[in-house]
C-alpha cells in the first residue's frame, strides 16, 4: 500500500521523471508487459502514463479510496506503475475476498523493502507449511486459552504498575500513549523473553524503542518506487532498505544478550517456566530467525492495541456521556481497586465502547495486502494473478447502508447486537478474517479492555486548559496503524 506525504512524496517523484525513458527501453526488449488490458478488471480511475494512479492517493488512502468507491462501486482497482491494486469496500465483497475465494487471494503481497531486508520471515508470508507451523506454533504458545489464562497475572501486574505511575502523576499533563504504549510493550516482552524493555520511570516512557519501532514500520510501507517498478528492485533508489537494516539492527541489539544468555543455559537445570524464546530456541530456531519473528511480533502486537486504546480514550473524553455509563458500569461490577480479567466479561458497556472504537479506527483501515496466488473471478470481474488485494474495513465501517448514523461515537449499537470482530460478521473486520485473519486478536480482546478499564476505573481524566473535550481533534495519521494526528494528553485525578 502506497502513501505519499512531505519529503518521502518528493523522493518517489525524482526516479519517477527517468521512468518514461526507462519504460520505453524496456517496451523496446519486450521486458515490460502490460497486464490492465482485460476489460473485465474492476473499474477505476483512469491512469496517467508510466505512473499510473500512485500520486491520486494521497497522504490518506483509506479516505481516498472509499470516495472512489463511491464513484466507481465495491470493488475497484488502480494501476500504481506496473502492478495493479484492487480494493473491496462492501460486506459483500470483503466475503468474496476474505472467505469465498480465500484460497486464491490469501497470499501476501510484501513491500520490496521487507524483501530486501532480514524483516522477512521465510515462510511467512506465504500459507506453506511454514507458514502453518509458525501460526500454530504462536497459537498454542502465544494465543491459546490456556496460555491467555497463564499470561493474566503478568498483564494484571504490568497494569498495576501502570495504575502506580499515573497516580504519582496526579495533576500533571500525561501523554497518554506514551504510558499505554509502554505498558502494553511490556505485557509482550514479558510473554516474549521473560524482561521489561521500557522503563515506565523514565521520563520518556520509552519513546525511543516505540520510535524505532514505528520509524521500522514506517519505511517498510512508506512509498517505494521498486513496488511499483519491481525491476528497479536491486537498486533501492530512496535508501529505504539501508534505513531499514540499520532500525533492524537498533532494535535486535535491544534483546541480543538475552538470547546469547539463554542459549549458553540450555540443558542446565533452571526450575522456572519457559517463555516464547525458551520455545523458539527448542525448535530450533536460528538467531536471525528469532529476530525476525520477535520483530513481527512487537511490530504487530504493540502498535494496534496501544492504538485503540488512545483512540478509545479520546472517543471517551470527547463523549461525556458515554465515559459516565462506563464510569458507573465499572463502580457497580467492580467492588475493588483493581480490575482483573475475571471481570472483564461482565462489562458489556465497556467492551461495547472498545468495538465501537474498532468501528470508527480500525487499527488497519486498509487490513494487510494480499495477493492474488492466480487470476481469479470476483463478482464478475477478473483480478489478475499478482495483484494487490485491499479490503477496506474503514470505509465498511462508516457505510451509512449498514450502520445508522456512522460517524456518531455510539457504544449503544453493539449492546443489543450479536456483531463481533471474529472475523464472521463482514460488516465488522477490524481484524480481518478467514485463514489471514490476526492471529494475536485473542490476546488483544483480553488486553485492551483491561487497560482502558484500569485507566477509568482508577482516575478521573481532563484535558488540559480547560479545552472542550467535543472539540478534541480527532485527526487521523495514516500508516500501517492508523494513529492520532495529535497525541492525547491529559491530566489524571485519583478517583476517591
Same mark, same amino acid.
Given at each position: 500500500?502506497?502513501?505519499?506525504?512531505?519529503?518521502?512524496?518528493?523522493?518517489?517523484?525524482?526516479?519517477?521523471?527517468?521512468?518514461?525513458?526507462?519504460?520505453?527501453?524496456?517496451?523496446?526488449?519486450?521486458?515490460?508487459?502490460?497486464?490492465?488490458?482485460?476489460?473485465?478488471?474492476?473499474?477505476?480511475?483512469?491512469?496517467?502514463?508510466?505512473?499510473?494512479?500512485?500520486?491520486?492517493?494521497?497522504?490518506?488512502?483509506?479516505?481516498?479510496?472509499?470516495?472512489?468507491?463511491?464513484?466507481?462501486?465495491?470493488?475497484?482497482?488502480?494501476?500504481?506503475?506496473?502492478?495493479?491494486?484492487?480494493?473491496?469496500?462492501?460486506?459483500?465483497?470483503?466475503?468474496?475476498?476474505?472467505?469465498?475465494?480465500?484460497?486464491?487471494?490469501?497470499? @501476501?503481497?510484501?513491500?520490496?523493502?521487507?524483501?530486501?531486508?532480514?524483516?522477512?520471515?521465510?515462510?511467512?508470508?506465504?500459507?506453506?507449511?511454514?507458514?502453518?507451523?509458525?501460526?500454530?506454533?504462536?497459537?498454542?504458545?502465544?494465543?491459546?486459552?490456556?496460555?491467555?489464562? #497463564?499470561?493474566?497475572?503478568?498483564?494484571?501486574?504490568?497494569?498495576?504498575?501502570?495504575?502506580?505511575?499515573?497516580?504519582?502523576?496526579?495533576?500533571?499533563?500525561?501523554?497518554?500513549?506514551?504510558?499505554?504504549?509502554?505498558?502494553?510493550?511490556?505485557?509482550?516482552?514479558?510473554?516474549?523473553?521473560?524482561? +521489561?524493555?521500557?522503563?515506565?520511570?523514565?521520563?520518556?516512557?520509552?519513546?525511543?524503542?516505540?520510535?524505532?519501532?514505528?520509524?521500522?514500520?514506517?519505511?517498510?510501507?512508506?512509498?517505494?518506487?521498486? +513496488?511499483?517498478?519491481?525491476?528497479?528492485?536491486?537498486?533501492?533508489?530512496?535508501?529505504?532498505?539501508?534505513?531499514?537494516?540499520?532500525?533492524?539492527?537498533?532494535?535486535?541489539?535491544?534483546?541480543?544478550?538475552?538470547?546469547?544468555?539463554?542459549?549458553?543455559?540450555?540443558?542446565?537445570?533452571?526450575?522456572?517456566?519457559?517463555?516464547?524464546?525458551?520455545?523458539?530456541? +527448542?525448535?530450533?530456531?536460528?538467531?536471525?530467525?528469532?529476530?525476525?519473528?520477535?520483530?513481527?511480533?512487537?511490530?504487530?502486537?504493540?502498535?494496534?492495541?496501544?492504538?485503540?486504546?488512545?483512540?478509545?480514550?479520546?472517543?471517551?473524553?470527547?463523549?461525556?456521556?458515554?465515559?459516565? /455509563?462506563?464510569?458507573?458500569?465499572?463502580?457497580?461490577?467492580?467492588?475493588?481497586?483493581?480490575?482483573?480479567?475475571?471481570?472483564?466479561?461482565?462489562?458489556?458497556?465497556?467492551?461495547? #465502547?472498545?468495538?465501537?472504537?474498532?468501528?470508527?479506527?480500525?487499527?488497519?483501515?486498509?487490513?494487510?495486502?494480499?495477493?492474488?496466488?492466480?487470476?481469479?473471478?470476483?463478482?464478475?470481474?477478473?483480478?489478475? /494473478?499478482?495483484?494487490?488485494?485491499?479490503?477496506?474495513?474503514?470505509?465498511?465501517?462508516?457505510?451509512?447502508?449498514?450502520?445508522?448514523?456512522?460517524?456518531?461515537?455510539?457504544?449503544?449499537?453493539?449492546?443489543?447486537?450479536?456483531?463481533?470482530?471474529?472475523?464472521?460478521?463482514?460488516?465488522?473486520?477490524?481484524?480481518?478474517?478467514?485463514? @489471514?485473519?490476526?492471529?494475536?486478536?485473542?490476546?488483544?480482546?483480553?488486553?485492551?479492555?483491561?487497560?482502558?478499564?484500569?485507566?477509568?476505573?482508577?482516575?478521573?481524566?481532563?484535558? *488540559?486548559?480547560?479545552?472542550?473535550?467535543?472539540?478534541?481533534?480527532?485527526?487521523?495519521?495514516?500508516?500501517?496503524?492508523?494513529?492520532?494526528?495529535? *497525541?492525547?494528553?491529559?491530566?489524571?485525578e485519583v478517583r476517591k
Open positions: 500500500m502506497a502513501q505519499t506525504s512531505g519529503t518521502e512524496g518528493s523522493l518517489v517523484l525524482i526516479p519517477l521523471l527517468v521512468l518514461p525513458l526507462l519504460f520505453l527501453i524496456l517496451r523496446h526488449f519486450k521486458i515490460l508487459s502490460s497486464p490492465f488490458k482485460s476489460p473485465l478488471v474492476p473499474p477505476g480511475p483512469n491512469p496517467w502514463p508510466i505512473i499510473g494512479n500512485i500520486l491520486q492517493l494521497g497522504n490518506k488512502p483509506h479516505v481516498t479510496l472509499t470516495q472512489l468507491a463511491k464513484n466507481y462501486g465495491p470493488l475497484i482497482s488502480l494501476r500504481l506503475g506496473t502492478k495493479l491494486m484492487v480494493v473491496g469496500s462492501s460486506p459483500d465483497v470483503a466475503k468474496e475476498i476474505l472467505k469465498t475465494h480465500d484460497r486464491v487471494l490469501s497470499g @501476501r503481497h510484501v513491500p520490496n523493502v521487507q524483501n530486501s531486508t532480514i524483516y522477512h520471515l521465510d515462510g511467512l508470508f506465504e500459507c506453506s507449511g511454514r507458514w502453518k507451523f509458525l501460526r500454530t506454533l504462536c497459537r498454542a504458545e502465544l494465543f491459546s486459552g490456556k496460555a491467555l489464562e #497463564s499470561q493474566a497475572c503478568l498483564q494484571e501486574k504490568k497494569v498495576k504498575e501502570m495504575v502506580e505511575l499515573l497516580g504519582t502523576m496526579e495533576g500533571k499533563v500525561v501523554n497518554i500513549g506514551e504510558v499505554i504504549f509502554a505498558t502494553v510493550f511490556n505485557m509482550l516482552s514479558n510473554v516474549l523473553l521473560s524482561s +521489561d524493555f521500557i522503563s515506565l520511570k523514565d521520563e520518556s516512557m520509552g519513546g525511543g524503542l516505540k520510535e524505532l519501532i514505528r520509524k521500522l514500520m514506517e519505511v517498510c510501507s512508506a512509498p517505494n518506487v521498486s +513496488d511499483f517498478f519491481p525491476i528497479l528492485g536491486g537498486f533501492d533508489l530512496q535508501g529505504q532498505t539501508k534505513k531499514a537494516l540499520d532500525l533492524i539492527g537498533r532494535i535486535s541489539f535491544t534483546w541480543a544478550d538475552i538470547i546469547k544468555e539463554r542459549r549458553e543455559r540450555k540443558g542446565s537445570i533452571v526450575s522456572q517456566e519457559q517463555d516464547f524464546l525458551d520455545v523458539m530456541i +527448542d525448535n530450533n530456531f536460528t538467531d536471525k530467525q528469532i529476530n525476525q519473528l520477535l520483530l513481527e511480533l512487537f511490530s504487530a502486537g504493540t502498535d494496534t492495541s496501544s492504538s485503540t486504546i488512545e483512540w478509545a480514550m479520546a472517543e471517551l473524553i470527547k463523549n461525556p456521556e458515554s465515559m459516565k /455509563k462506563v464510569q458507573e458500569e465499572l463502580a457497580r461490577e467492580i467492588k475493588q481497586d483493581v480490575v482483573k480479567e475475571f471481570h472483564l466479561p461482565q462489562l458489556s458497556y465497556l467492551q461495547a #465502547s472498545v468495538k465501537e472504537t474498532l468501528r470508527l479506527h480500525p487499527p488497519a483501515p486498509l487490513l494487510l495486502p494480499h495477493r492474488a496466488i492466480e487470476s481469479y473471478q470476483v463478482t464478475r470481474y477478473t483480478i489478475p /494473478k499478482d495483484s494487490q488485494v485491499l479490503v477496506n474495513v474503514w470505509a465498511i465501517g462508516r457505510d451509512p447502508m449498514y450502520w445508522e448514523d456512522p460517524l456518531v461515537f455510539k457504544p449503544e449499537r453493539f449492546l443489543k447486537s450479536a456483531l463481533d470482530f471474529k472475523g464472521n460478521d463482514f460488516e465488522f473486520l477490524p481484524f480481518s478474517a478467514g485463514r @489471514r485473519i490476526c492471529p494475536g486478536l485473542p490476546m488483544a480482546a483480553k488486553v485492551v479492555p483491561l487497560v482502558l478499564a484500569s485507566l477509568i476505573h482508577n482516575f478521573d481524566w481532563s484535558i *488540559p486548559h480547560g479545552c472542550d473535550p467535543k472539540k478534541l481533534d480527532m485527526s487521523e495519521k495514516f500508516g500501517v496503524t492508523l494513529q492520532k494526528e495529535q *497525541p492525547l494528553y491529559l491530566i489524571p
